[in-house]
């Protein structure tokens, strides 16, 4: 809609801004409605910030305002009646004095109104000069200007208030300010316009066509018997217009109310041609004219032009967003260097973090991982001080990818990276360049990396690599996606594009080291290859110490060893983990009131973040209770008892969130190898619930089917891999990652691996039983204490069993849980002495 472009704020009119808004929009919509641009002025209204308003573009609007030339009176009014609010010398929308001047306003109004009157006079007084109809706009504005300048100039004389007399002291800035009209001629808009204006055309003399109906009877009595009729059309099977002869003005006696009248086109309806056609001849037989002197009939299809139209209207806009499209994705994703795209689908998106305020992040607050630390910190040095290196004949190597378990600390070890060397870090995800649109990835790498480049010294972190960087050869072989191809193809050649002198750096995380491509691993790609692994008890501590940090602990932790309690209790926990389950223990905390965070906030927090929330909602049965406490016990006992295996840490059967009754901590010894003994008794410990429910119940339950895929997988292991079974020997069988099922063995030896696997869990289970079977009483202990307490912990299975009958393997354990207080609930707590 063009109008909408005949207002724009104008910066440079800083005088408008006295006015207040609310004024202003009312004084716009009031005069506004009568010149048919109420919706022009109330989105200009709408507009928070309304410096001032312009009229401009009237290029546009050249056309249409000859088309509303009977508004100009409108729009004078318009412009007088905001003067006569705001007392606005000159021009439309430009407004001056101050609105607390309510005193003056009905002086003002006089004067106005004298401003008014004069303007009318001088109006008058040059009626031979030109008709306002053939005054061009331009005319008109500037002459409805020089009549307010001179109304000012009487106002200004006959007033003596001091905003008149100060504006008459700067007569040459209002001058100059009087610039919010400019007519700028655009084709594009010219072409719009007239289209426009054509098709409202139409509709309206559609729709408007000075047009009469009359009856048929009027039709027959006063134009056809009279042979006034010089032809008929019959529109669209319905309508019959009537053309009269020439000479008809002449004619005398038609009766039509309203009287005749020749500019008046006149029609009526008729129910079907055949009745028409038929009473037509009829009439002219019976007033005996001739065959080839009777009316001619011509018969028209026609729509309205809109309507007609409007059957192209889409075709119209399809062809034209295919255009618009195709010409956006020429200049964008598939352009050298092209960002954009359509609808910007070509630009990297990746988040720009500045050194100075958002990447605060130090290696001081990268906890453990003290080699990857010091592998990274290389990167580090090199952008601080890249002529060292580079003297020395040296290339840095140009990114480094950093692999290991979800939540390990990789884009933080990233972040702190930036932070140390102060640079730009650019954080994309490979995801993120994997699009619908074809050649849309390619683009992404190009944009992100010349972003980099012009602000480098930079670092580029690519979260999830392998979204992208997968080897190619596996990914053809399940169908090939030419897309995520054309993007890897692409970051392979960014990087080995930009010179060492560029100083971008690009380090990548990602979960699946094994699948990427080789090409991305090899020298001058991602020359490094950083590993970092679930923190082990001392990384855990010292990632507990940085989270710890901004937590109001109670003062009774101040000689707690909290640090290293929480990390011998958190086993397999990772980075991410440990901090969740700080800022758990925090929220838990705030729940309950307290002041301080305590150790029981702590216990919590680990069940949380353990087994998900506790579902008090979900009550079991006396009976299930019973089954889930011997389960546990059996585990508990059979971990108590068998050497290699995991001593308990707690157990619990208070349901909890994802779908668990209950769940179990058990410590993993730092141990690095396996023998087949360990795995044995791990087997069995895992058996043991299952054991204890056929021991103790009559039937068994569903609950050990987790525990089946445990001993199954590493039953599996020892005779596909480890070769641990005499009958298969020393052969690898092991199905290859990402591969899918293809089974590197002959269907006998399938068999046989069945076999083998079978016997070794049977092996398993018959330790696991002869064990339990002969520790019914102390399963029954751990079971009612279990069912009684809900919560049971280590310190519970020595004071029912006495102290664990093998040393313990794992140092932390002993070095922070061996002489501590433990609390288990708000009531409960005590001191236990361990005597390992
Ligand atoms: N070593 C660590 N020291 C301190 N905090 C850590 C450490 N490792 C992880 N964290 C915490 O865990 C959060 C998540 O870590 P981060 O996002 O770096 O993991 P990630 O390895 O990149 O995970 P993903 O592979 O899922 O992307 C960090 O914001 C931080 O609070």
């Not at 009014?77 to 606005?88: D, I």
């Not at 004069?118 to 306002?132: G, L, S």
């Not at 020439?246 to 006696?253: A, C, E, L």
């Not at 909290?562 to 990390?567: D, N, P, Q």
Request: hydrophobic residues 35%; neutral net charge.
């Amino acid at each position: 809609m063009p109008q909408l472009k005949t207002i724009t704020p104008l910066t440079t009119m800083s005088t408008l801004s006295s006015v207040t808004s609310n004024s202003l929009k009312h004084a716009l919509l009031q005069k506004s409605s009568s010149m048919g641009l109420s919706l022009v002025l109330k989105r200009a209204c709408s507009t928070r910030v309304l410096p001032a308003l312009r009229f401009n573009d009237f290029s546009s609007s050249h056309v249409y305002t000859s088309a509303l030339t009977p508004n100009l009176n409108a729009l004078r009014s318009f412009s007088s009646s905001t003067c006569l609010m705001k007392r606005a010398p000159r021009g439309f929308g430009k407004f001056d004095g101050n609105n607390k001047d309510d005193q003056n306003s009905d002086k003002e109004k006089r004067e106005n109104n004298n401003v008014e009157k004069d303007t009318n006079k001088e109006e008058n007084a040059e009626p031979a000069a030109k008709t306002e109809a053939e005054l061009s706009l331009e005319e008109k504005i500037k002459r409805l200007e020089e009549k307010r300048k001179s109304g000012e100039t009487k106002k200004s004389s006959s007033s003596s208030t001091s905003s008149t007399s100060s504006k008459q002291s700067k007569p040459k800035k209002k001058e100059d300010d009087f610039n919010f009209i400019e007519i700028k001629l655009n084709p594009n808009y010219m072409v719009l316009s007239l289209l426009v204006l054509y098709l409202l055309y139409t509709l309206v003399a559609d729709l408007q066509g000075e047009t009469t109906e009359i009856t048929w009877q009027e039709f027959k009595t006063q134009l056809l018997e009279k042979g006034l009729v010089e032809k008929l059309t019959v529109i669209n099977k319905s309508n019959v217009f009537i053309s009269l002869r020439s000479n008809v003005s002449d004619v005398q006696g038609f009766e039509h109310k309203g009287g005749f009248n020749s500019k008046v086109s006149y029609y009526f309806t008729i129910g079907s041609i055949d009745s028409f056609e038929r009473r037509l001849d009829e009439v002219q037989a019976a007033n005996g004219v001739p065959h080839s002197e009777r009316v001619p009939v011509k018969y028209v299809d026609r729509g309205s032009t809109l309507s007609y139209l409007s059957g192209f209207l889409p075709t119209i806009l399809m062809v034209g967003l295919i255009y618009w499209s195709t010409k956006k994705l020429r200049s964008g994703a598939g352009g050298a260097g092209g960002a954009g795209g359509i609808f910007g689908t070509g630009k990297s998106k990746a988040r720009l973090f500045n050194q100075e305020t958002d990447v605060q992040v130090k290696f001081k607050d990268v906890a453990g991982m003290d080699e990857a630390k010091e592998e990274i910190m290389e990167f580090v040095k090199f952008l601080k001080n890249p002529k060292k290196y580079e003297k020395l004949g040296a290339k840095i190597p140009r990114g480094a990818i950093l692999s290991g378990p979800p939540g390990t600390g990789k884009t933080l070890l990233a972040k702190a990276t930036a932070g140390e060397a102060g640079v730009p870090f650019l954080s994309v995800s490979g995801s993120e360049f994997v699009e619908m649109f074809v050649g849309v990835g390619a683009s992404r790498v190009r944009d992100l990396f010349k972003t980099a480049r012009g602000m480098a010294p930079s670092i580029i972190f690519v979260d999830e690599i392998d979204a992208i960087g997968k080897s190619r050869s596996k990914s053809s072989r399940s169908g090939g996606n030419d897309e995520r191809e054309a993007t890897l193809n692409q970051l392979l050649v960014e990087m080995d594009g930009f010179e060492t002198s560029d100083q971008v750096i690009v380090l990548a995380g990602t979960n699946r080291p094994d699948i990427l491509d080789k090409a991305l691993m090899r020298p001058g790609r991602f020359d490094r290859h950083v590993t970092i692994d679930l923190p082990d008890v001392e990384g855990r501590k010292a990632i507990f110490e940085v989270h710890l940090a901004n937590i109001k602990l109670s003062p009774d932790l101040a000689d707690f060893q909290l640090s290293g309690r929480l990390s011998a209790l958190t086993p397999g926990f990772s980075g991410a983990d440990i901090a969740n389950c700080c800022n758990e223990a925090a929220l838990i905390a705030a729940r309950l009131d307290s002041d301080f965070v305590e150790f029981k906030h702590f216990e919590k927090a680990m069940d949380r973040v353990i087994a998900g929330l506790e579902k008090k909602s979900k009550i079991l049965s006396t009976e299930e209770l019973r089954t889930v406490a011997y389960h546990e016990a059996g585990h508990a006992i059979c971990g108590w008892y068998l050497k290699y295996a995991n001593p308990l840490l707690k157990v619990s059967i208070i349901p909890h969130g994802r779908g668990t009754l209950g769940y179990a901590q058990y410590i993993p010894p730092d141990i690095f190898l396996h023998s087949e003994e360990q795995l044995m008794d791990q087997m069995a410990m895992t058996l043991g619930g299952r054991v204890s429910e056929e021991l103790h119940f009559e039937s068994v339950t569903s609950g050990a089917g987790d525990d089946f895929e445990k001993v199954t997988n590493i039953a599996r292991s020892m005779v596909t891999e480890l070769g641990m079974s005499k009958k298969i020997g020393y052969l690898n069988y092991q199905t290859q990652k990402g591969e899918g099922i293809v089974k590197p063995f002959s269907d006998s030896t399938g068999r046989t691996i069945d076999q083998e696997v079978e016997r070794i869990i049977r092996k398993a289970h018959t330790r696991c039983k002869e064990l339990l079977s002969s520790k019914r009483q102390e399963i029954a202990l751990v079971a009612e204490e279990l069912l009684s307490k809900e919560v049971i912990v280590r310190e519970d299975l020595i004071r029912l069993l006495g102290p664990r009958p093998f040393p313990e393997r794992n140092d932390a354990f002993d070095k922070y849980l061996s002489d501590v207080k433990v609390t288990k609930d708000d009531k409960d707590t005590k001191d236990v002495k361990q005597d390992v």
